[in-house]
């Protein structure tokens, strides 16, 4: 890493060193100006003083050499003037025009003719390219007050006003002015970074770096157009700690990758098992189903033969019933009619009952007993000794049988 500022300086050469000096540098510092050479002078005056001297013989003696030499003295001179007066500014850059030394503006590029001598180019800028700028800070504190070894940062600048650059400051006077500048920017960041994240700087957001950069150099007619920390340095001590915590989070990372690597081994086992688990689950789900569709159909095969059964049951009971009730039917009509004949016929058994117990009431009164009649002496009342006398005899006198099945005559 560089160890050095960039140098920004200004230098004097001829007109046709300007392009190298600009593009190139030199001897390793920055050329935004170059202060070009006047080539003009008045030896052009002898020219023409030699040419009024030449006129003058033609006129008071008449000599046509004496003209010819003052006229070619006279073109010589023209053409030295013309020569000299032609100002050639190149492409991507700017003149800056004096008049007995105050400057009165810029000169684009292009060809340019200043005819009076006291007209001149004071200064060739660079207004095109973008400059870059090197500056490594050394021992810039962190927030907790550690020096870091250095900080490297970057800068493009672009020179847009010409002539504010050249009356202002000046290119020497703003390689000061820029490195001041910047190490303050780098020095107020640093300030806000913890030393264990000073590495972080390196390719950090500068914008705000930039944007302070150019409040401060916009008066110089300059615009910084891109900054950046390519590098940041930390104290050797402070480097051996990094490194040691670098490896033991190499360390750690290292761990937590065949962890990681381990747990992913463990899950995918696991996730195999679950597929394998999940197999044998729809297999039985399977099989749970066939068996479920099966005793469904034995269910329904068997509602079935039981509706068949239940049905042909009630058929039989209903045919039964129907034999029944036709029979019940065909009863209920006999005996409908039978009653309809015993009542038609109601009279005739009326007689025949009469005639039947006409006859029961003969064959009684033919084996009924003949009743006797005992009479007392003078009318008088039965004695109870009479009435058992006259209990055991008749008997006797009717023939009845008695008690031990003989017949008793009277």
């Not at 100002?87 to 684009?108: C, D, H, M, Q, Y």
């Not at 960041?189 to 150019?214: C, F, I, K, P, W």
């Not at 006859?359 to 009684?364: E, F, Q, S």
Request: hydrophobic residues 40%; positive net charge.
């Amino acid at each position: 890493m560089s160890r050095e500022f960039s140098k920004i300086k200004e230098s004097l050469a001829s007109w046709s060193d300007i392009r190298q000096l600009l593009r190139g540098g030199e001897q390793g510092q920055l050329v935004p100006v170059v202060i070009p050479k006047d080539r003009r002078g008045f030896a052009w005056m002898s020219l023409i003083l030699l040419a009024l001297y030449f006129a003058g013989m033609a006129a008071f003696n008449g000599w046509l050499i004496a003209a010819a030499a003052a006229a070619v003295c006279l073109v010589v001179a023209a053409l030295w003037v013309w020569r000299r007066a032609i100002i050639e500014i190149e492409e991507g850059t700017t003149g800056v025009r004096s008049r007995w030394g105050a400057i009165t503006g810029s000169l684009p590029p292009g060809r340019h003719y200043l005819w009076l001598p006291w007209d001149r180019v004071d200064a060739v800028v660079d207004t095109s390219t973008e400059i870059p700028y090197s500056a490594p800070i050394v021992a810039c504190p962190t927030a907790e007050n550690v020096p870091l070894k250095s900080i490297e940062f970057f800068l493009k600048f672009r020179i847009v006003d010409p002539v504010a650059f050249v009356r202002t400051i000046g290119a020497g006077n703003f390689d000061l002015v820029l490195s001041s500048a910047v190490q303050d920017a780098i020095r107020q960041r640093s300030r806000r970074v913890h030393t264990e994240r000073a590495y972080d700087l390196r390719g950090s957001d500068v914008g705000d770096m930039q944007d302070a950069l150019n409040r401060q150099l916009s008066r110089y007619g300059v615009r910084v157009t891109g900054a950046n920390i390519p590098d940041v340095q930390l104290p050797d001590q402070y480097q051996q700690h990094l490194a040691t915590k670098e490896k033991v989070a190499k360390e750690l990372s290292a761990y937590e990758r065949e962890w990681e690597l381990t747990r992913k081994r463990r899950i995918d086992m696991l996730l195999m098992e679950i597929e394998r688990s999940k197999k044998t689950r729809d297999a039985r789900v399977v099989e749970v189903k066939a068996a479920h569709n099966t005793a469904r159909k034995d269910v329904a095969r068997m509602l079935e033969e039981q509706e068949t059964e239940a049905q042909r049951v009630r058929w039989e009971i209903e045919a039964r019933g129907r034999a029944e009730l036709t029979s019940a039917e065909n009863e209920a009509k006999a005996l409908r009619r039978l009653a309809d004949s015993y009542r038609d016929n109601r009279a005739v058994l009326q007689y025949e009952l009469a005639r039947r117990r006409l006859d029961v009431g003969a064959k009684l009164a033919e084996s009924a007993p003949q009743p006797l009649v005992v009479r007392t002496a003078g009318g008088q009342n039965d004695s109870a000794l009479s009435t058992l006398l006259l209990a055991q005899l008749l008997p006797r006198i009717s023939g009845t049988p008695n008690g031990n099945g003989t017949s008793t005559t009277a």
